[in-house]
């Protein structure tokens, strides 16, 4: 990194954080520090939600997905337009005509204070440890590429959140992620031409895509009903479809940015906003890792990205082995090159060479070959140490193949992004224990100005909460995954009890609530017995937890008295 | 009112439709490159 790239980086980041503190601090009231009193435009909750869930893991991790695996993951989205849509038409205009501060002030409302209380601490265990990955995923990625000290990343990424969290609330997670998801757009687009511009031979964007057709990246959509794949057409559109509606419809995180719109219907289209946007945003991130890909057909590649793992070989028995790969991989790179600069000149010519074609698969498939020996060799070395490189591939070519400037730029926005989604969480965090826990158990009523100092203080604890969490890290083996199973333990439970308070209005409090502890100590158990995948957990949870209710509803509390609805 | 409800339920519509031919346009880019 140059001095041009650290000037980029810090003046991008300081000015958004010194923009959003300047533009919003002084917040009197609650409702103006946890809903931005309710006068945020619709492109501003649009942009706000997008860069929520865009966390920098999805920009250092989806187009090492496409380089690996191609463009098949933007099918995990195919559900989400549609959720959005249910979302839109059913849980915005609740919690705006119940006038709540955070999603769980519903569940009160509908059911009871157990059930509130009970979603509410479901939620902060589960966005507490999310939070704290959301730091030190991308921490972990950049401090062993470019030799940062990782909890001073940490510390510095968690600080300045903190700073502007606390000092405007809703506002400054709005004002500073409208500028966030301005670099990040603008970072990507430019990563994008760059990438073409510096294939070979002027090569065009259709080319380009032929060879990555050539090479099984652009197998967008599968129709197979295989439940050994991951990512088909109809687990995007099922499993995606419930992920969901959980993820914008229950979790605060999401529902705290669209519940600063200025009315039902602002907050609605920010949600539109990302039903048009978000599939396109996806397929474009899939593409810059696919046109990576094609990139490093014509150029050398690493057997594996990670440069922890080469370390760790060299300093062990297996050094020749791998060092032999590493000549192997280079000879197949030569290789490919040539093949490739024929095909394309075919390509030019309007002829498709269906033998050079096979040629390119059969090279793609040594390639994958070497990679796989290459991680064997790795595991040798250190068992516990993480083979998969795909968060390190566009890191990787950033750092070794762009200009001077640009690289500040995109360490930019992936800092960014990690900047925003954890604000929101923190946010979000800082608000259910405010509003869900702490007001509600107040005996007597305080000043609106006790209320918005108790919130700052929520948020700093939270802030620390998760830095603390991204420190631990390293302690624990392979975090990211703990994290993904610890959401989808909760999710499917907590979408449960909303679908239940929306569709099923003959269904009461204690119902509703022993489902739902019942229901969880059942996910507990079939995730205990490992019979499923985990992200069937979200799936389970749900319908576990409203099938549950309604059965309790007709036998044990049959008849019971009920406490009249809103 | 209902004049608002229409406009939302055309929105609602206008969001499917987009991803249908979201679907189809990635139908045709698998046709021509894969």
Sequence with gaps: MQQIDWIILSVTLLFIVVYGVWKTKGS???EEYILGNHDTPWHVVGLSVMATQASAITFLSTPGQAYHDGMGFVQFYLGLPLAIVVICYTFIPIYHRLKVYTAYEYLEQRFDLKTRTLASLLFLVQRGLGTGITIYAPAIVLSAILGWNLTWLILVI??????????????????????????????????????LHLLPNDMSLSNAM???????KMEILDFSFDPEKRYTFWSGITGGFFLALSYFGTDQSQVGRYLSGKSVRESQMGLIMNGFLKIPLMFFILLIGVMVFVFFQFNPAPVNFNPNNKAL????????????????????????KEINLIYIDHLNQNYDNPILRKELVALSSKENDLREQAREIISKADEKSETNDKDYVFIYFILHYLPQGLIGLLLAVILSAAMS?????????ASTTAIDLYKRNLKSEKSPKHYVNATKFFTILWGIIAILFACMGTLVENLIQLVNIVGSLFYGTVLGIFLVGFYFKRIHANAIFWATVISQLVIFYVYY???VGFLWLNFIGAVGTILLAWLLEITIYKGTKKIPLD | MKNEIGVWKKSYTWVLVANVLYVLLFCLLMFLFS
């Design chain 1, 28 to 30: 009197q009231n609650v």
């Design chain 1, 158 to 195: 968690g600080v300045l959140v903190i700073i502007y969290t606390v000092a405007g609330g809703t506002n400054a997670v709005n004002v500073t992620q409208k500028h966030q998801m301005f670099v990040i757009f603008l970072g990507l687009i430019i990563a994008f031409f760059l990438i």
């Design chain 1, 210 to 216: 032929h060879i990555a057709g050539a090479n099984h």
């Design chain 1, 313 to 336: 070989v060299e300093h062990s028995a297996y050094k020749k082995e791998y060092e032999a790969l590493e000549v192997k991989m280079d000879q197949l790179s030569e290789e490919k």
């Design chain 1, 421 to 429: 989604s954890t604000a929101s969480g923190i946010a979000a965090l």
């Design chain 1, 529 to 531: 017995i490992d019979v």
